[in-house]
């Protein structure tokens, strides 16, 4: 099974790297540009058919290393 | 000769280079980012540091600057530019010289003085070293870590555009003098009109004798004939 | 909103407190109001359980041009150049975050000295972890050595000298305190003094976020139904916005459009505001609508109390609002001018027009509590160790185990990962006693250094507090530098405990006494209580860092040696003091026993002495002697320079061990040549100076009449194995 996990800055934590991309990409002309925030992206692929179980073994991998559950926030979604 | 060099938000070694120069008899003058016009120049430098941070990638968001346009027209032009450490990773972003800086292979940011081996010294950087001279310089850096395609790699060597290759004290190149994993330990190099000089290491470090060594020189007076 | 006693305790307050807080506003604060005295009057803001320790250190002294008390000490090095330099902790929270909690930790001190007029020269750090095989400490070392050196390095401010120790006492409680130093011209430093009414307060940096509000207080669901949404957040470093905020702020003081300049540090706005207003005896008033925000929404109590980074204030002269914002457009940060100075020497906030709390300066400043805590004595330990009574070990098996040591390994691996080298002024790098820092385009230097003996302070807060000042002393001394004056970070455990506020008092009279003889004065600090979890408290950890002054620059001696054949000198009386030495850590697990005594009057006299022969070129190398003895220092001087040694069977003492490692103060090693040695001895014997002339460097091998002979390439890989073991082992 494989699925993605999005991982991204609490809301309130300050996101220095996606303030100066926001900044830039308007300063480009891209002025509708609203809010940018900068995150990680995961695909992982497990042998595990039991979709339930599959998603304990993600999350636990997204609470053991993969987030840093201090400043970040994730999202598991189902690929295949 | 007259330098200029170009000055991002987080650049800092601005000051370093321009110390450098200065003491080489260079004209030199800082020019902000945002300026539209570039005062006419024998030498650019983009110096080290952190342009914007580093962040999104490093060098990616200086690339993108409104300086950066008059830069490439000089370049285009015959004008000499030499990227140092920072400068050469926004010199990749902009694509006057191809290839990429990848995160050390070890993952973490080093700092210290390393070998170099000086592989081409017919240019007009490198015309007052030795072929094969040893050099120790300093590296501070996250992403040195040189990497380029195959076929520019066969390019770089046929054409003779390999500016310096990290060895050890005696000048062998291999792995354990290899301090980031760059491919071919390539530590600079040059475009190939040879008027373009991208490379990790800091040469502006290496001009005072109380601080560290003065193997930096050469370079600079090499650059004023 | 009713205040209940649930709500004063999450604000970190007593009840007695809160009665204060009632009597002083002659009626029951609000929300807001409550948030900002719990604030002001907490332990880090207010110093309430240590100022009367406090005020009795020596501040004072010819090269102070500033003591504690702004937002970093200021000291005199002749012609018009003044260095500005402050150490700080930033310990819970690079415990909760050790990469963010590391880097904005040299955020904030690098803003206390810039905040002051001066260009940031120099970063130190002085960090402790606990025992490295607890789980945490992998990560907890890594993290921290990460974010300090993404800080400093994407600054650009070169991080030149530090420590970094090891010892079960921190396992739930890392130590991480950060020394900046920098260099401004005595005309034109900036100070945090208010003057003037109708000026404006002016708001510069970066956006205010819910960074950190409160730590404590927010917790509690009855504030507010979002209660989870409002948690304090991590306070996460931006140093390209600081880097930008330097250059704004120096560019700005060329000329004198500021009164009053202030970081914005712990709690923030509120404490930068009433800080200035406090020494000026003025009023402030703040609009809070126009404090520029990052989220939305955002109430008056979190933007007061909110601990976003890289964010300063600033009162201007008239006139001078155009220009000023000008400078800051051109770095793209916020410029806001969010209030006055007024003559009601109230704080004052409005918002939308309503003023959503007042509350007397005075009240929140001076007429803060202060205790005089209860604390008692420590008594001396009555162990005494017997070298007699224990398994016997061979000098070289004591010695690898040392040397082999976590706390005694090389620390490379950690230098390398810090730029030592930009600004191109950095004269000694690391790996000597001190950072030597060219002032920059002059033939001056400062040498910079930190220091701490946490087991010492344990065994004998007293002498543990001397002992520290005066090996501070001595590393400066050793790279050839007059010590002028030190920066103290005093991390301790809960001071509502007698014996540790006894641990504080004792340690700070040790500091006072050496701090008094040697005529180095202390010009500014920071405490940090509560260090340790519920029972257990951290050792006392007191840490020093000082800056001396090399007049006339020269290439430094170093500590490594420099030619076969040399004379090797120890100056200082060498005792054999093993009690707490790290040889029987290392080799006995024994940590019992009293620290080696520090004699001021030696201290002082043989340090002059060896400055005296380092200013007259009549030294190679110089190091000082400290944990693990003669021998570590030895080794420390052989092994990282190709040069061996060859050492005579001591003539004083019969116990080898005892000679070896034994921890006595006071002392240093130098390499001379044979042209100088006759010049050397006769100084030191006119001086009254006891020497012992010990033996001679030779080619690669360690060697010990009788005892002992190892290569020294042997015994660099056994200094630099440590890491490479522990990072394998804890991978897997």
Redesign the interface.
């Known amino acids: 099974m494989k699925f993605s996990v999005t991982v991204t800055l609490k809301k309130d934590v300050l996101d220095p790297q996606g303030k100066v991309v926001q900044n830039t990409l308007f300063n480009l002309g891209l002025k509708n540009l609203k809010n940018i925030r900068q995150g990680k992206y995961f695909e992982i692929e497990i042998n595990e058919q039991d979709e339930k179980k599959a998603e304990n073994m993600i999350n636990e991998m997204c609470q053991k290393l993969l987030v840093n559950l201090i400043i970040e926030d994730y999202q598991i979604n189902k690929l295949q | 000769m007259k330098s200029s060099v170009i000055v991002f938000?987080?650049s800092?070694?601005d000051?370093?280079i321009a110390?450098?120069l200065e003491k080489m008899q260079f004209k030199n003058q800082m020019i902000?980012h945002?300026e539209t016009t570039l005062p006419k120049s024998d030498l650019i430098v983009i110096p080290?540091?952190?342009s914007?941070?580093?962040?999104?990638r490093s060098g990616a968001?200086a690339g993108?600057s409104l300086i950066i346009d008059e830069v490439i027209k000089a370049a285009n032009d015959g004008c000499l530019i030499l990227g140092i450490c920072n400068g050469f990773q926004i010199l990749t972003e902009t694509g006057l010289l191809k290839g990429t800086l990848l995160r050390n292979k070890n993952l973490?940011?080093?700092?210290?003085d390393v070998h170099v081996k000086v592989t081409n010294n017919k240019t007009k950087f490198s015309s007052k070293y030795k072929i094969n001279q040893i050099l120790k310089l300093?590296v501070?850096h996250?992403e040195g870590n040189y990497f380029t395609d195959s076929f520019h790699l066969e390019t770089l060597k046929k054409e003779n555009l390999i500016a310096f290759q990290y060895c050890d004290k005696f000048g062998n190149i291999n792995n354990q003098a290899n301090p980031n994993g760059a491919i071919q330990n390539i530590a600079g190099i040059y475009n190939s009109k040879k008027n373009i000089l991208g490379m990790m290491p800091?040469p502006?470090?290496m001009v005072?004798?109380?601080?560290?060594n003065t193997d930096g020189i050469n370079l600079f007076s090499s650059l004023i004939n | 909103m009713q205040i209940t006693n649930k709500i004063i305790e999450k604000h970190g307050l007593k009840i007695d407190e809160y009665k204060k807080i009632q009597k002083l506003l002659k009626r029951d604060p609000n929300l807001l109001e409550l948030g900002i005295f719990s604030a002001m009057w907490n332990e880090h803001c207010s110093y309430k359980s240590s100022r009367i320790h406090l005020k009795k250190l020596p501040t004072k002294g010819k090269q102070v041009i500033q003591g504690p008390g702004e937002n970093a000490g200021v000291i005199d090095i002749g012609d018009d150049d003044a260095i500005i330099f402050k150490i700080e902790s930033h310990n819970h929270p690079s415990y909760i975050e050790p990469y963010q909690g590391a880097a904005t930790g040299v955020g904030g001190i690098l803003r206390d000295v810039f905040t002051m007029g001066a260009r940031p020269i120099a970063l130190l750090n002085s960090i402790h972890f606990g025992a490295p095989d607890h789980p945490k400490t992998k990560n907890l070392l890594n993290g921290v050595v990460s974010g300090i050196g993404g800080y400093g390095n994407c600054i650009g401010v070169p991080t030149v000298a530090g420590e970094t120790k090891f010892n079960e006492t921190y396992n739930e409680n890392i130590l991480v305190n950060a020394m900046a130093v920098g260099h401004a011209k005595k005309s034109k430093i900036f100070y945090s003094k208010a003057k003037g009414i109708n000026k404006a307060v002016v708001y510069v940096g970066s956006k205010t976020g819910r960074d950190g509000i409160h730590g404590a207080s927010m917790a509690s669901a009855e504030f507010d139904e979002n209660s989870d949404e409002k948690k304090p957040t991590v306070q996460v470093g931006d140093p390209f916005t600081e880097k930008l905020l330097l250059e704004a702020c120096l560019e700005l003081m060329k000329d004198d459009s500021i009164i009053a300049i202030q970081d914005m540090g712990a709690a923030g706005l509120t404490s930068s505001s009433v800080e200035m207003a406090s020494k000026g005896s003025l009023g402030i008033e703040l609009e809070l609508d126009k404090v520029p925000c990052r989220e939305e929404n955002m109430t008056p109590y979190e933007m007061m109390l909110s601990e976003s980074q890289e964010r300063m204030l600033i009162i201007l002269e008239d006139g001078k609002e155009e220009r000023a914002k000008k400078i800051f457009d051109k770095w793209d940060l916020d410029f806001v001018i969010i209030g006055k100075t007024t003559n009601t020497k109230n704080l004052t906030m409005k918002y939308k027009n309503i003023i959503h709390g007042e509350i007397p300066i005075d009240a929140l400043a001076t007429k803060a509590p202060i205790y005089d805590r209860k604390w008692i004595r420590k008594k001396p330990s009555k162990c005494e160790v017997n070298l007699k009574n224990l398994k016997k070990i061979k000098l070289e098996e004591g010695l690898i185990k040392v040397l082999s040591s976590p706390n005694h390994s090389n620390k490379s691996w950690i230098t390398n990962q810090y730029d030592q080298m930009v600004m191109c002024d950095t004269v000694q790098r690391s790996g000597s006693d001190a950072a030597i820092i060219r002032i920059h385009n002059t033939e001056k230097a400062i040498a910079v250094t930190v220091d701490s003996s946490a087991n010492y302070c344990k065994s004998h807060p007293i002498s543990g507090g001397k002992q520290i000042v005066c090996e501070n002393w001595r590393n400066l001394i050793s790279v050839g530098a007059k010590p002028l004056a030190i920066t103290n970070c005093l991390n301790f455990g809960n001071p509502e405990n007698s014996e540790i506020m006894g641990e504080f008092a004792e340690c700070l009279s040790g500091i006072k006494e050496a701090c008094e003889f040697l005529n180095y004065p202390i010009v500014s600090g920071n405490v940090s209580f509560y260090n340790g979890t519920n029972k257990k408290n951290i050792f006392p950890t007191p840490v020093i860092g000082g800056v001396g002054l090399i007049s006339k620059l020269k290439k430094p001696i170093g500590q490594y040696f420099k030619a076969e054949n040399s004379f090797i000198i120890v100056v200082g009386k060498t005792f054999g003091h093993i009690e707490q030495s790290c040889f029987l850590k290392e080799n006995f697990s024994i940590t019992d026993g009293s620290p080696p005594e520090t004699n001021l009057t030696n201290e002082k006299n043989n340090g002059e002495a060896v400055l005296n022969l380092i200013n007259k070129d009549l030294v190679l190398t110089a190091h000082d002697v400290s944990s693990g003895g003669l021998i570590i220092g030895l080794c420390e001087m052989s092994i990282y320079s190709g040069v061996g040694i060859k050492i005579n069977k001591p003539k004083i003492l019969s116990n080898l061990i005892e000679y070896f490692f034994g921890e006595d103060q006071g002392r240093y090693i130098l390499e001379v040549n044979t042209e100088n040695i006759n010049k050397v001895e006769k100084i030191l014997k006119s001086n009254n100076i006891y020497y012992e002339n010990i033996g001679k460097t030779q080619s690669k091998y360690f060697e010990i009449e009788g005892e002992m002979k190892s290569d020294i390439n042997e015994l660099y890989k056994i200094n630099n194995q440590w890491y490479n073991d522990f990072n394998a082992v804890t991978n897997k």
């Open positions: 938000p987080g800092n070694c000051r370093d110390v450098a902000w945002k080290g540091g952190f914007y941070g580093d962040y999104l968001i993108k973490k940011f080093i700092n210290k300093n501070a996250n800091h502006e470090r005072d004798k109380l601080i560290s």
